[in-house]
């Protein structure tokens, strides 16, 4: 069974320190990866996604992510977080079908001004 | 429409009830998919649409949840005896093929809260 651990509930950052958030997950078969952001009262919103080629994925909103199959992880990145970043975000595992993951129980980011 | 709406965007129901959440996708998108959101938890995937048939409704909990899509666009969740565990956030999204390199749009969900 596929399955993502997200190992961090909830994470404080300093405006403009580097951000990283942590992903795990389990899957038996080529994963498709992605990163998802969540706003109080808004959608989720896709900010990057792994299919395949390059192991360093980059996304919107200046976050990438590097996929390394070795330690199943594909951890979220951002050198300078903004105050708008403070949001939930979700890592998700799938097959090849954008909208049929399995999602992580969400990190939630808090920035400090 | 510009992206993925959903109706009503909160619904209160007392435990037994039937109800139906409505789902629009982004036009032309032949993928639709719901998810239900509880409190402190990621997505947890329901059932998968591939134009007017489930192609996937193995997240489905029990047969008391129901969803059609019969034109291949709107869908339509339905709870019939409704629990108190059903509350949570019901998602809606849509792709525009479903497979391969193409993106998920989620709606921004219809709270339902069972009392």
């Known amino acids: 069974a596929q399955s993502v651990t997200q190992p961090d509930i909830h994470i404080t950052v300093s405006e403009g320190a580097s951000l990283e958030l942590r992903c795990n997950y389990s899957?038996?078969?080529?994963?498709?990866l992605f990163w998802y952001v969540q706003s109080p009262g808004q959608g989720l919103q896709l900010l990057l996604k792994?299919?395949?080629?390059?192991?360093l994925v980059q996304g919107i909103k200046g976050f990438e992510a590097e996929f390394k199959r070795s330690q199943s992880s594909f951890n979220l990145r951002k050198p300078s977080v903004h105050w708008s970043d403070a949001a939930e975000y979700f890592c998700?595992?799938?097959?090849?079908?954008?909208?049929?993951?399995?999602f992580g129980d969400g990190t939630t980011l808090t920035v400090k001004p | 429409g510009a992206g993925v709406s959903q109706t009503p965007s909160n619904k209160v129901t007392e435990k037994g009830k039937y109800v139906e959440l409505r789902c629009d996708p982004i036009s032309g998108h032949t993928a639709l998919y719901w998810y239900r959101q509880s409190l402190g938890q990621g997505p947890e995937f329901l059932i998968y649409?591939?134009?007017?048939?489930?192609?996937?409704d193995s997240g489905l909990p029990n047969d008391r949840f129901f969803a059609v899509r019969p034109e291949g666009s709107v869908s339509t969740l339905k709870i019939q005896r409704t629990e108190r565990g059903d509350s949570a956030v019901y998602l809606c999204a849509s792709s525009l093929t479903g497979t391969g390199d193409t993106e998920a749009f989620f709606g921004q969900g219809t709270r339902l809260t069972v009392v």
């Open positions: 649409f591939q134009g007017t048939g489930a192609a996937d």
């Open positions: 899957y038996g078969a080529t994963p498709y």
């Open positions: 998700a595992v799938g097959p090849n079908n954008a909208g049929k993951s399995t």
């Open positions: 792994y299919f395949s080629g390059d192991t």
